[in-house]
Nanobody, 114 residues
């Protein structure tokens, strides 16, 4: 089993920056950030594999950076140049291998507003 704890959400002005953290109870093969805005489906924001390879949604590419610190079993989402459309609950996601189990954090609210 895996526990995921997100932190770092809050209010930020458009154009500002915010860094989210997700601490896992152990090192995971694949981790990711998702987000869900009111009335919308949960969408993938960024993924990172065990060796640091990353992928990003088109909506955040060039503005967000996902990274991981394996020594701390933690991933981060550095959010730069944020826009109001980034407002959502952000969820940490982990997928194990070879079990192929999926785990979710409780979510952290990010609000981009003037």
């Amino acid at each position: 089993q895996v526990q995921l704890v997100e932190s770092g959400g809050g209010f930020v002005q458009p154009g500002g920056s915010l860094r989210l953290s997700c601490a896992a109870s152990r090192t995971i093969f694949r981790m990711a950030w998702y987000r869900q805005a009111p009335g919308k489906e949960r969408e993938l924001v960024a993924t990172i594999n065990s060796t640091g390879g990353t992928n990003y949604a088109d909506s955040v590419k060039g503005r967000f950076t996902i990274s991981r610190d394996n020594a701390k079993n933690t991933i981060y989402l550095q959010m730069n140049n944020v826009i109001p459309e980034d407002t959502a609950v952000y969820y940490c996601n982990a997928r194990t291998w070879p079990e192929r189990n999926v785990y979710w954090g409780q979510g952290t609210q990010v609000t981009v507003s003037s």
